[in-house]
């Protein structure tokens, strides 16, 4: 969570790493999202991962594998670079896929996200190796990030999806959801 908990206007984000849409998100939002309307205090912003295959598994291991502290900025640091790790990642998953499919999960998530240059984008914020691979070996924090997905209301069918106040937006872009945020209060 990023903000104020106490905020009048709670917004919870549906995200995956490997979504087009939720990069463009990230971008066009992060001026007066995070700048203005978090800062403000008005608003707190959930993010919660909605899972949609192994390499947006392996990008939301090493987004919370800084912990708290460090996720919103890997969180970014990941969307920024989405031009370049998406394909590449893409490209070694299906030149890699039937080599991958004999390895435990957490060694399939490693070896795409080092294929991918998703790991060199975690080291870039100061993760080192070995906590990258203690992040991969650790099965519980995987499985909570696979719930979060599970546990999506039924009404979110793609990402990027929101909740404004416990109601879903009908918006999928931030030029639809700030007029929303807005109206709640968000200043």
């Given at each position: 969570m990023l903000g104020n908990p106490a905020a009048r206007v709670k917004l919870v984000e549906y995200a995956s790493y490997t979504c087009p849409h939720c990069a463009a998100f990230a971008t066009e939002s992060d001026a007066v999202l995070k700048g203005r309307m978090i800062r403000s205090g008005s608003t707190s912003l959930e993010l919660r991962h909605f899972i949609r295959d192994r390499l947006d598994l392996a990008a939301a291991v090493l987004a919370r594998c800084?912990?708290?502290?460090?996720?919103?900025?890997?969180?970014?640091?990941?969307?920024?670079?989405?031009?370049?790790?998406?394909?590449?990642?893409?490209?070694f998953d299906q030149n890699n896929a039937q080599?991958?499919?004999?390895?435990?999960?957490?060694?399939?998530?490693?070896?795409?996200?080092?294929?991918?240059?998703?790991?060199?984008i975690a080291k870039a914020r100061g993760l080192t190796d070995p906590a990258i691979q203690a992040c991969f070996a650790d099965r519980a924090a995987i499985d909570r990030i696979v719930a979060m997905t599970n546990a999506a209301p039924d009404t979110i069918q793609g990402t990027p999806a929101f909740i404004v106040n416990?109601?879903?937006?009908?918006?999928?872009?931030?030029?639809?959801?700030?007029?929303?945020?807005?109206?709640?209060?968000?200043?």
């Amino acid at each position: 969570m990023l903000g104020n908990p106490a905020a009048r206007v709670k917004l919870v984000e549906y995200a995956s790493y490997t979504c087009p849409h939720c990069a463009a998100f990230a971008t066009e939002s992060d001026a007066v999202l995070k700048g203005r309307m978090i800062r403000s205090g008005s608003t707190s912003l959930e993010l919660r991962h909605f899972i949609r295959d192994r390499l947006d598994l392996a990008a939301a291991v090493l987004a919370r594998c800084g912990g708290a502290r460090g996720f919103f900025g890997t969180h970014q640091a990941i969307f920024a670079a989405q031009k370049t790790w998406l394909p590449r990642g893409s490209e070694f998953d299906q030149n890699n896929a039937q080599r991958l499919s004999a390895y435990p999960l957490a060694a399939q998530l490693r070896a795409l996200a080092d294929g991918a240059g998703l790991s060199d984008i975690a080291k870039a914020r100061g993760l080192t190796d070995p906590a990258i691979q203690a992040c991969f070996a650790d099965r519980a924090a995987i499985d909570r990030i696979v719930a979060m997905t599970n546990a999506a209301p039924d009404t979110i069918q793609g990402t990027p999806a929101f909740i404004v106040n416990g109601k879903q937006a009908d918006s999928f872009a931030w030029a639809g959801l700030e007029p929303l945020l807005r109206a709640a209060g968000a200043r």
